[in-house]
């Protein structure tokens, strides 16, 4: 079987949700080498400064040293543009998510909130190639803004699209729905057919949530789906290790192509 790769993702790393995270990294962590992307918000719904805490960017760094990726993932997550205005508005905006910071944005603002972030990254050294939106979900003037800045790819759950044409490459995801017992239990079943529908695509995601972690059942479902993939050979990779990998063998094969 060809090569088959796998991206742990941790969603919405801010120091109000690390101490979720803490003991799933450190499992992990005991499994030997696992990278892992990390999809750091600035300031978590208004009240969580990630670059300001005592304690965060110093464990960000020593992952960084260790071969971990950091993302920029939305500024403060939350959606706080005015009130929707249209049915699809609203059932976007209110029933799908209340996450959706980038979804009500025109192209100033966006751009405005990409560079903020992206300057924290450059106040610390801090390697930044990917933006992911806060429920992946973009604006019109959110994808104008992105084509303009220096990264160099976005994610939506199923594809990773390379900056600044979104280039598609498909990637998908698995994800938990946390928030009720129904949806957990649904989201054992759902993320089991993925994962089996999914098994010859060269790149998996592993998308995961706080909430992931506050309940036993999706806590347990992430490391033992975890353990399985690197039991059945499939090998961890950062986003950004994978999509330069990849581009490298496009070169490599469109060159030999053209000597021929
Ligand atoms: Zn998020």
Not at 45 to 53: L, P
Not at 117 to 132: A, S, T, Y
């Amino acid at each position: 079987m060809a090569e088959r790769e796998l991206a742990l993702v941790l969603h919405d790393i801010a120091p109000e949700t690390w101490e979720d995270y803490r003991p799933f990294v450190e499992a992990v962590d005991a499994l030997g080498s696992v990278p892992m992307t990390w999809l750091v918000v600035p300031d978590f719904h208004h009240c969580s400064a990630t670059f300001e805490d005592p304690e965060l960017p110093a464990l960000l760094e020593q992952r960084l040293a260790r071969g971990d990726e950091l993302t920029l993932h939305g500024y403060y997550h939350c959606d706080d543009a005015p009130p929707p205005r249209t049915p699809r508005e609203w059932f976007m905006r209110r029933i799908y998510t209340y996450e959706g910071e980038f979804y009500a944005l025109d192209q100033q603002q966006a751009r405005q909130r990409l560079e903020a972030g992206i300057e924290l990254f450059r106040q610390r050294n801090w390697p930044l190639h990917g933006f992911v939106a806060p429920a992946w979900l973009l604006s019109s003037g959110a994808r104008a803004a992105l084509r303009e800045l220096p990264l160099s790819y976005t994610s939506d759950p199923q594809h990773l699209y390379r900056l600044p044409d979104f280039t598609p490459i498909r990637a998908p995801s698995l994800v938990w729905s946390a928030r009720s017992r129904w949806r957990r239990g649904m989201s054992w079943a759902v993320n089991e057919t993925a994962r089996l529908r999914h098994r010859h695509q060269p790149l998996l995601r592993l998308g995961l949530h706080p909430v992931d972690m506050r309940h036993q059942l999706s806590r347990r479902y992430w490391l033992d789906t975890l353990k399985r993939l690197l039991d059945a050979g499939y090998t961890p990779t950062t986003k950004v290790d994978w999509l330069q990998r990849r581009g490298q063998r496009i070169n490599n094969a469109s060159a030999s192509h053209g000597h021929l």
